[in-house]
Structures are given as structure tokens and as C-alpha cells.
């Protein structure tokens, strides 16, 4: 019988957001799935915070492990396996974390790096999706998001980003509902940064996985009342959902929609990062899987045995490494926004101001983005130093940008309102005067050369995502 020859195994994703298990009997192309289960314990939100997985959240993760154990072991499981991503990897004191886990549960955890999580990852979404001659699988967690391109379902190309809808909301949606400013600057960060990411593989089919593109599944059934099969999510379903999302509460959203509290307060931040990612990859429509890494896991251990994790980690790909993709997008953007000081000095365009304002906006973003890779201490220095020149300029742009608005008010106001709107003028002339002395002391201290080398010197060398 088949049943017999097959191992009954558990595997166990700890994620920034989650911690997932499924129970299966696994054979090399296709799993029996018996049990599924997922607890919502965010652990990236602490090391969004401090920079370490806080004894709260260890604890927390520690009591889902051990009810896991439990489970796996009431369904027969003769191995369980543990995977850890982005949180854990990202975070300061992951080796007493993963040390702690050992010891209270007994469980080897493996810290796997982005690249052997986004083959993983491929394999357990793709295992029902048939032959196709091109495919893509996006894995978009709570920290970090994972993309691998296959052709005739051999990969050919991965890549793990640091950005996840735990962290995008943590840093950029912490109202509830977040307002549109945050929402605008949530966005703006996705534009710029996504921009640069150099993705060398497209393909008219990419699968997406992760808890907020099959909430967002169940989102579309309960909000508009479309069928939940096929599992499919269009940029125009996503805008619908931006837009429901944007405007309640979290308990409300929680209430009526059938979402996880957690889950809910995330949602928007998946649903963005979902439909920047597909707008920069030229694809209006998606097909949602419930399967990722767990599978995956399972999958490579019934095909490679014991070295499972080796051989997902050699699937053959072309990759541009985390720290070598941050090195050469932060030296772009910064040569770019070094191309304005001269005019910007000359105080004689305002549009020079516009141009390196924004030319600084999209350095911080993928500052941002890139964090993870850099060393801590030189990068609050980089970050404080590119900081200051935005505000500068930020604060002459806006003036600039007042100004013109009173000369086409000048226009259209009766003689009366007009001395009004002179006065004014006038002392806003003289701030912005002030503002460009302002700006010319930050300006005239910028050492691009300095900058450069200190940027170089920031991204460590070897990260490994």
C-alpha cells in the first residue's frame, strides 16, 4: 500500500508573523496532508522594535512549539522539522532563542537563510500546480518576502527582500485605521524601493502564498461575495480591498469579515506590498496557494533525505546577493541625489530643490529597506546624515511650493485680499531666504566622497539572505 511506504513527518515555519504546522505523509511528488494549523505570534513586531525576539514573545513561541509537539505526535509524526526566517534571522539574540527552543522543547530549529527559504518555498506552492513552461512564487511573510522563477519547473532564478506586512505596518501603518498620510508614505517606499530591486525573471503565472494573500482570498468572498474558488486575486480585487481596509477599524474589520484580530491589523500592509510587487512585475492577476515552505520542507526531505536543506540550498539559480543588491542600489541612489547640490546652491531653480528632495526621499527609502544587511552603528550615522539633508530640503521645497501657490491666488482675489496676500509673501520670502541659508551650511558639510565610503563600509559583507 502506498500509505505504507510513506513517512508521516511534521514541519514547523517560525515566521515574523506566524508559526505554522502541517502533518503530512510525505512522499517525493505529493503530500497527504492530515493537519494544518497556524498561531499568529508576530515576533517580528519585537525585533521591528529593539532589534531581539523579547522574552514575551520567546515564551509565547515556545508554548505554540510544545502544543505543536503534541499534535504532531498525536497524528504518528516519526520526524519534525523546524524552519526559522526572517525574524529569527534578523534578530540579535536569535542563537539564545533557537539555544531556549532546544532546551525547553527539545526541537533542532534551523535558521535558514532567504535563499534556501524561496526554494523551499517554490517547492511546497507548486507541488499541485502542474507542468508549466514558465512560473513564478512569491512568499510574502511578516519580514520578508521571497521570489524564485522557474522554467519547466527548475528554478532559474531567487531572491529574498527584508520586507514583509508585519514590518511595513509597524513601521509605516501604526494608526487604526492608518491615515492617508501613512498610507501615502507606505506607498511611496514600496515605489522607490521596488524600483531598484534588480529582478532579472518574469513569468505569466506567479503563485502567491503567505497569510496575507489567502486572508485576502477569504477577504474578497466574505466583503464582495465572490466565490472563493477559483483562488484567484486581480489588481482591480486589491484596490477594492485597499480601499474597505483604509477606512475601518481592526475590531471592525475582525468583526465582519471573519479575520484573526492580528491578521486584520496587518491586512493593508499585505495588500500593498502585494499590489506594488505585481504592478513591478507587469501582472494583473495572481493565483493564491495555501501551501509554502512547510510543504516544501516536506517535499525535499521525502526527495533528498537527510540533506534536504543542502540540496534546496544548491537548486541551481542565478542570485544577486541581499548585501551585493543593497551595496549597489544605495551607491545609485545616493550618486543621484549628488547630482544636485551644485544647482541647488545657485538658489536660481526651484525645480533643483524638487529634484534632490526627492532624489533624498528615495536614498532613506531603500536605507529602509536595506537595514537588515548594515551594520547597526555606521548605519544610524549614513541615516542620520541623509536624514538632515531631506529635512533641509523638505522644508525649502515646501516653502517653494506655498509660494507659488499665494502667486496664483494673487489672480484671483479682489485689490483688497491682494495687500493681504502680498504681506504675506513677503515673509515667506524672507523664511525662505533663511531656509536656503539653512540649507547651504547642511549642503556645503555634505562629503559625498565621505558619504560613499561610509555606505560601502555600512553593508556587511556575507550577509546571506
Not at 508573523?17 to 511528488?29: E, L, M
Not at 521571497?146 to 511595513?168: D, N, Q, Y
Not at 498620510?181 to 522607490?192: D, V
Not at 506590498?273 to 516536506?298: D, F, K, T
Request: hydrophobic fraction near 40%.
Amino acid at each position: 500500500m502506498k500509505t505504507r511506504s510513506a513517512p508521516m513527518c511534521a514541519a514547523i515555519d517560525v515566521g515574523s508573523n506566524t508559526i505554522h504546522i502541517v502533518v503530512a505523509r510525505c512522499f517525493p511528488d505529493t503530500l497527504e496532508i492530515v493537519a494544518d494549523e497556524v498561531e499568529m505570534v508576530r515576533i517580528g513586531e519585537s525585533v521591528t522594535a529593539t532589534g531581539a525576539i523579547s522574552p514575551a514573545k520567546s515564551q509565547a513561541a515556545i508554548a505554540t512549539l510544545q502544543i505543536y509537539q503534541a499534535l504532531a505526535a498525536q497524528h504518528g509524526a516519526t520526524r519534525i522539522f523546524v524552519v526559522a526566517t526572517e525574524a529569527i534571522r534578523q534578530a540579535s539574540n536569535s542563537s539564545e532563542f533557537i539555544a531556549t527552543v532546544k532546551e525547553q522543547t527539545g526541537l533542532e530549529m534551523q535558521l535558514i537563510s532567504g535563499a534556501a527559504e524561496a526554494a523551499l518555498t517554490f517547492f511546497g506552492a507548486t507541488y499541485e500546480a502542474g507542468e508549466h513552461e514558465q512560473i513564478g512564487v512569491m512568499d510574502l511573510g511578516g519580514g520578508s518576502l521571497e521570489l524564485a522563477f522557474a522554467r519547466k519547473m527548475h528554478l532559474v532564478w531567487r531572491t529574498s527582500l527584508p520586507i514583509g506586512s508585519g514590518w511595513l505596518h509597524d513601521r509605516y501603518l501604526s494608526g487604526d485605521p492608518p491615515t492617508s498620510g501613512e498610507i501615502e508614505a507606505a506607498e511611496t517606499f514600496l515605489q522607490t524601493y521596488l524600483r531598484g530591486v534588480p529582478i532579472k525573471q518574469r513569468a505569466p503565472t506567479l503563485i502567491v502564498t503567505g497569510g496575507s494573500a489567502n486572508s485576502l482570498c477569504y477577504l474578497v468572498q466574505e466583503a464582495f461575495h465572490r466565490p472563493i474558488e477559483p483562488r484567484r486575486l486581480s489588481l482591480e480585487d486589491l484596490a477594492r480591498c485597499q480601499g474597505l481596509l483604509s477606512a475601518l477599524e481592526t475590531t471592525d474589520i475582525a468583526n465582519l469579515y471573519k479575520q484573526p484580530l492580528a491578521r486584520a491589523r496587518i491586512l493593508l500592509a499585505g495588500t500593498l506590498i502585494i499590489a506594488h510587487v505585481m504592478r513591478r512585475l507587469q501582472i494583473h492577476e495572481i493565483v493564491v496557494s495555501p501551501h509554502g515552505i512547510r510543504e516544501g520542507v516536506l517535499l525535499a526531505y521525502a526527495r533528498f533525505g537527510e540533506n534536504w536543506l543542502g540540496e534546496a540550498g544548491k537548486e541551481e539559480t542565478t542570485e544577486e546577493s541581499f548585501a551585493q543588491s543593497a551595496r549597489t542600489v544605495l551607491l545609485e541612489r545616493l550618486h543621484t541625489m549628488l547630482e544636485w547640490p551644485a544647482e541647488v546652491l545657485k538658489h536660481e531653480d526651484i525645480e533643483a530643490v524638487h529634484k534632490m528632495r526627492v532624489a533624498s526621499r528615495r536614498l532613506r527609502a531603500a536605507l529602509d529597506a536595506y537595514q537588515s544587511c548594515c551594520d547597526r552603528t555606521l548605519f544610524k550615522k549614513v541615516y542620520r546624515k541623509i536624514k538632515k539633508v531631506a529635512d533641509a530640503l523638505g522644508e525649502a521645497r515646501d516653502t517653494d511650493v506655498m509660494l507659488h501657490h499665494l502667486y496664483e491666488q494673487l489672480e484671483n482675489v479682489s485689490e483688497e485680499e491682494q495687500e493681504g496676500v502680498r504681506r504675506l509673501v513677503e515673509r515667506l520670502h524672507a523664511y525662505r531666504q533663511q531656509k536656503q541659508q539653512e540649507l547651504t551650511v547642511v549642503l556645503s558639510r555634505l562629503d559625498g566622497k565621505k558619504l560613499e565610503d561610509q555606505i560601502k563600509a555600512c553593508v556587511r559583507e556575507g550577509t546571506d539572505n
